[in-house]
């Protein structure tokens, strides 16, 4: 985000808007959230709240709804659903945006760019949030939260669905129907399943427990893969 302030010649006019432009400048890449490591009972830190897709929040939710705030991202949003982490709601756009906003008062707490379009849903684990990436230079980034920088990232075919944390693996299933077991904490890959050619996967795989996990594909087929070492348990 480019800003324009209008700045005086006068020495300390010019170094207070100097300033002022490099605070502002910096705030627009910063993804940075407090106590990321803190996680409570409530927290939404994977699509359907768990590996294995439960969608099962533990709080009710009694009719009727009142509308406590909106916010603009500034760019369309894909299937994947927003997460929770505290008090910080964190939404990744088309654009390829990642935005962290006050879950009380929705306001901006930060944003960062990743590539040009996130579709699939980001997970967080251990204060990190692993971001899938549909469109750019890199498929996958694991970002720190509490220092806000960039932990590592790959270069690889698009991922368009969501991803899965399975202990110290994130799995992700690419646009070339690769299913793939990455090491969390270097990035470096551990193992690789390649699927038929012929299919898409745009659903996000499932952990089933006993180190193993399903991806289903667009012509109707599922398959359950070791978390070990990739090889099939059954189809």
């Known amino acids: 985000m480019a800003v324009s302030i209008p700045i005086a010649s006068k020495r300390g006019k010019l170094g207070a808007g100097f300033l002022i432009s ?22 939404w830190l994977t699509e ?6 439960s969608y099962m929040p533990i709080a009710d939710v009694a009719p009727p709804l009142e509308e406590v705030w909106s916010y603009n991202a500034g760019a369309a949003f894909g299937p994947g659903s927003p997460l929770l982490l505290g008090d910080n709601v964190i939404v990744a756009t088309r654009r390829g945006e990642v935005h962290v906003v006050d879950l009380t008062t929705g306001k901006r707490r930060g944003v960062k760019e990743f590539g040009d379009a996130v579709e699939g849903t980001p997970a967080i684990e251990n204060g990190v949030i692993y971001i899938p990436v549909a469109w750019g230079k890199r498929a996958l980034y694991a970002h720190d939260l509490t220092r806000g920088e960039t932990l590592w990232s790959m270069k690889d075919a ?23 077991g990455i090491n969390a904490r270097s990035g ?4 690789e399943r390649a699927l038929d050619s012929l299919v898409t996967v745009l659903a996000s795989p499932v952990a089933t427990g006993d180190h193993a ?16 070492d990739g090889r099939d348990l059954w189809r």
């Not at 359907?48 to 897709?53: V, Y």
């Not at 969501?162 to 992700?172: T, Y």
Request: net charge negative.
């Open 158 to 180: 698009p991922i368009e669905a969501g991803i899965l944390v399975s202990g110290d693996q994130i799995i992700v299933v690419d646009a070339e129907s690769r299913v793939r």
């Open 188 to 191: 470096e890959i551990e193992w």
């Open 48 to 53: 359907g709240a768990s590996p294995q897709r």
């Open 22 to 43: 490099l605070v502002l400048l910096t705030g627009c890449g910063s993804l940075q959230v407090e106590n990321a490591y803190s996680v409570g009972e409530a927290d």
């Open 213 to 228: 996990i399903v991806v289903a594909d667009d012509r109707g087929g599922v398959l359950a893969l070791s978390t070990t």
